[in-house]
């Protein structure tokens, strides 16, 4: 297990291999379908992204209500591949990584190799145990989205695992 502080450089990136468990602790934003679909409508009109992207990390959620006294609610990943038609823009843009459930396409993995970036999984099914991982939550745009809104969370020791590496080695492939 590997304790990482976000933001991860991309010398800390290119030292990460597929198959390396790591803990996070710092900036994640959330954001799915529907927010990817705006944010690439934003870049399509020459407009300003709600959010910062240099060596950030994308975490697709889909968050669950917090309970009382919680700060989140279930917080488990959603699956990747609906995000792979805008995910190579915003790692050519600058994106650390990605974090989600599954296999990704290949116009994904080479962005990962071209911008030296990541694609992390975390565990499906372990939404309750992500959500304790949550610290602070913080709406960042598209709140009409509801839970597909974006977020800034703090998290402290999320646990994830590299699935795709800088150099494009692939957890799901042979």
């Known amino acids: 297990m590997k304790h990482m502080q976000l933001p991860l450089s991309m010398e800390e990136r290119m030292q990460l291999k597929a198959g390396d468990l790591l803990l996070l602790t ?3 934003y959330t954001a799915r379908d529907a927010a990817h ?5 934003l870049l399509d009109q020459g407009k300003p992204l709600p959010l910062p992207l240099q060596d950030q990390v994308i975490y697709y959620v889909g968050p669950t209500p917090a309970p009382p006294g919680h700060i989140y609610g279930s917080a ?3 699956t990747s591949m609906r995000m792979d038609a805008y995910a190579p823009r915003l790692y ?3 994106l650390a990584a990605t974090i989600g459930k599954g296999y990704r396409t290949q116009p994904v993995t080479d962005a990962c190799i071209r911008n030296h970036s990541l694609y992390l999984v975390a565990i499906g099914g372990a ?3 992500l959500g304790k991982c949550v610290k602070k939550v913080e709406p960042v745009a598209f709140e009409d989205l509801g839970a597909e809104a974006i977020t800034k969370l703090e998290v402290e020791d999320f646990p994830v695992t590299v699935a795709i590496d800088a150099q494009g080695n692939n957890v799901y492939r042979k």
């Open 26 to 28: 710092g900036t994640i």
């Open 37 to 41: 679909k705006r944010l690439n409508d």
């Open 76 to 78: 488990g990943p959603t």
């Open 92 to 94: 050519d843009l600058g």
């Open 127 to 129: 939404g309750a145990l």
